[in-house]
């Protein structure tokens, strides 16, 4: 299984929902499951998430990477993409108020996606495939006049 | 595709949205970069970006800054004081804030050892469009429970801005005597109160007493937020205080310019909000004003202070990219102020997702709002926000309310308010005139609707017998003003007796058995 690391990056005040930390390096599979489910033992919108207390998730070099397909049987899989990194983290990096930064399946009007630097409208928004070493900005609009 | 909000509506009742963008991937402009951004369903790579958002804050601010527009097509710029820039924290205030400092203010020429410039203040290269600019933050924290300062925060952001004066003021100046003699030079100390019913709220009749309280400002504008209604009027009253304090401070640092943040979705926001709260007569005001107002176009307008938006033709989402690409600091509102409630709030959340789906309509509110115009007259100013007062408001009001009066004493002054009757009152000179009729419709909504949930926003104090007013609530006139419409018609409003009163409807009355 190989794995894609990502730099993301929050700005405009939403690094406020994420433990006011603005730069975060994640490492996840390329492959993950279609319907955006997170772990096993981590369901979505779980109130703790699993690494709470801890910065980020382990990069690969602190130890493998578990694989979230593993288990799951015949589930259908997909290329690593926005909107299972959005709901990955909403699930382990989110520290509150998770109604600020999606809803639904995709981000809460008003925050601005930026891929490589680029609008993700123009990326195909959620649907944009990652690829190692990219770099997805997430900048909240709503912080007023 | 967005629904209609009708659960029962077929298909084809939805709004089919566009595509993000019409075009291919490339710059509309230079049509040689791949675009980095979608606004408007126009695609823009970063290095067309940037000087668009230029051209639409000079283009939105320069026909604003002489005080006559004179004849010339490209004059040059020269303002008659100085400039104030209302400061929030907020992303349009810091885009701003960059946009005025780098455009105006950087290119500051050398000064010599006293810290004059050098060549003399009147070499070409000195003069500057404004005297000088001041960047004013209204704390709001005394407002929230639990909610932290944040000047310093503030002062520590424009630091990077050098030769920016600050002016930090608190939301609680406008209950502070002191701040207003400054502000006004006037040792005047009284401070209005209203009377407040059983239940902690304004009673109807809005009735004006003199303070008798010594309450801090920080616990009078506690007492005045927890006498209000409802969310919605908790909101409108700290923008109408932050807007006042602003306003008051720009004139009194002899600014001709006050700069304010809105973008265009925050633009559009304030036009759908203010209408949906009674203001729509006021409407123009939202776009562009002049303090202090009442002073009719043609008049020497020396001392007032001309309120610009220069941001009006910028959507947020422009400013989000602006100040990111530009590495702009936005230190944020104040957390718990963003979480705005009532009609404000709701407001927001849906023009916010409707540009999300259609980006176009954000202008269209603005575009159509700017044609509106006021009807009737105005008949001075309202005397807590100052906007224009609509004439007629008390007998449009009578007309179309059903009112109860639990209250014995309001019934009272109603039925024997005829002019008659004031010879009981030998101290009629000191009397103050009920509130009612002297706040535009908004303000009378804001004191005197009901909500069925009390609202939660205000923290629970001891009750107090009045609500503390701020030191701009002043009767103005003694004698009512006449309102004159433009043919020259004097409009004089007289109280009919009930016997002229069934007279003049007497043929569409029923019999009485
Ligand atoms: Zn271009
Ligand atoms: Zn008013």
Not at chain 1, 93 to 119: A, C, K, S
Not at chain 2, 197 to 208: A, I, M, R, S
Not at chain 2, 319 to 328: E, S, Y
Not at chain 2, 415 to 421: E, I, K, L, N
Request: charged share 20%; hydrophobic share 35%; glycine share 8%.
């Amino acid at each position: 299984m190989s794995t894609i690391t990502v730099k993301v990056e929050f700005g405009g005040g939403l690094e406020l929902l994420f433990g006011n930390k603005r730069v975060h390096s994640i490492s996840l599979p390329s492959f993950v499951p279609a319907d955006n489910t997170i772990a096993p033992s981590s369901p979505p919108n779980s109130e703790t998430p699993l690494l709470a207390e801890s910065d980020d998730p382990p990069l690969p070099a602190n130890g493998p990477i578990p694989d979230p397909m593993k288990g799951l049987g015949e589930m259908k899989a997909k290329p690593l993409d926005v909107q299972y990194l959005m709901h990955y983290l909403r699930s382990r990096l989110l520290t509150e108020r998770p109604e600020l930064f999606m809803d639904g399946d995709t981000v809460r009007p008003g925050v601005l996606v930026l891929i490589n630097d680029t609008d993700w409208e123009l990326e195909g928004e959620g649907t944009y495939e990652i690829s190692d070493g990219d770099e997805i900005v997430f900048i909240s609009t709503l912080h007023g006049g | 595709m967005a629904s209609c909000g009708n659960p029962i509506a077929d298909d084809s009742a939805l709004m089919l949205s566009r595509p993000r963008f019409d075009k291919g991937k490339h710059c509309v402009k230079c049509k040689l970069n791949l675009g980095n951004i979608v606004i408007r369903h126009a695609v823009y790579c970063r290095d067309c970006f940037t000087p668009l958002v230029i051209v639409k804050f000079r283009r939105a601010l320069e026909p604003h800054v002489n005080a006559n527009a004179g004849t010339s097509k490209r004059p040059k710029l020269k303002a008659s004081g100085s400039l104030v820039l209302g400061f929030s924290g907020g992303l349009g205030s810091a885009v701003l804030l960059d946009l005025v400092y780098k455009s105006y203010f950087a290119g500051r020429p050398p000064t010599d050892e006293n810290g004059d410039p050098r060549g003399g203040i009147n070499h070409p290269r000195n003069v500057s469009v404004w005297t000088s600019c001041a960047v004013c933050y209204v704390e709001v924290s005394s407002a929230i429970p639990e909610a932290h300062e944040r000047t310093e925060e503030m002062r520590s952001a424009l630091a990077s801005y050098p030769n920016l004066k600050f002016i930090p003021l608190r939301l609680e100046d406008a209950f502070d005597e002191s701040w207003w003699c400054r502000m006004t030079g006037n040792p005047d100390m009284s401070q209005l109160t209203l009377e407040l019913g059983k239940d902690g709220l304004p009673t109807e009749g809005l009735n004006l007493a003199h303070s008798s309280n010594t309450l801090s400002p920080k616990d009078a504008l506690r007492a005045f937020l927890t006498a209000l209604p409802t969310p919605t009027a908790v909101s409108r009253a700290i923008q109408v205080l932050i807007r006042l304090l602003m306003f008051f401070t720009a004139q009194f640092h002899g600014a001709s310019h006050l700069v304010l943040g809105s973008s265009l979705t925050t633009l559009a926001v304030s036009l759908v909000s203010c209408v949906a709260q009674g203001g729509g007569h006021a409407i123009r005001e939202e776009f562009q004003e002049e303090w202090p107002p009442g002073l009719s176009p043609g008049v020497e307008r020396g001392g007032s202070v001309r309120v610009v938006r220069p941001l009006r033709d910028v959507t947020m989402k422009e400013c989000a990219a602006f100040a990111w690409w530009n590495g702009i600091r936005v230190p944020g509102r104040p957390r718990l102020t963003r979480v705005i409630t009532g009609i404000p709030g709701l407001t927001k959340d849906f023009v916010v997702r409707l540009e999300k789906d259609y980006p176009s309509t954000v202008s269209t509110i603005a575009r159509t709002c700017a044609k509106l115009e006021p009807k009737g007259t105005s008949v001075g100013e309202c005397w807590f926000c100052y906007s224009h007062l609509q004439g007629g408001l008390a007998d449009w009001k009578a007309r179309i309310s059903i009112r109860s009066h639990p209250n014995l004493k309001v019934v009272e002054r109603l039925a024997s308010s005829s002019p008659a009757d004031s010879s009981v009152h030998p101290d009629q000179t000191s009397r103050l005139p009920p509130l009612d009729t002297h706040l535009c419709y908004s303000c009378i909504t804001m004191f005197t609707s009901r909500s069925s949930r009390k609202s939660s926003f205000a923290p629970p104090l001891i009750h107090h017998q009045d609500m503390p007013l701020p030191r701009w609530v002043k009767p103005q006139d003694a004698e009512e003003a006449i309102p004159v419409s433009k043919n020259g018609e004097l409009w004089v409003r007289s109280r009919q007796s009930e016997k002229e009163c069934r007279e003049s409807i007497a043929d569409f009355l029923l019999p009485d058995n």
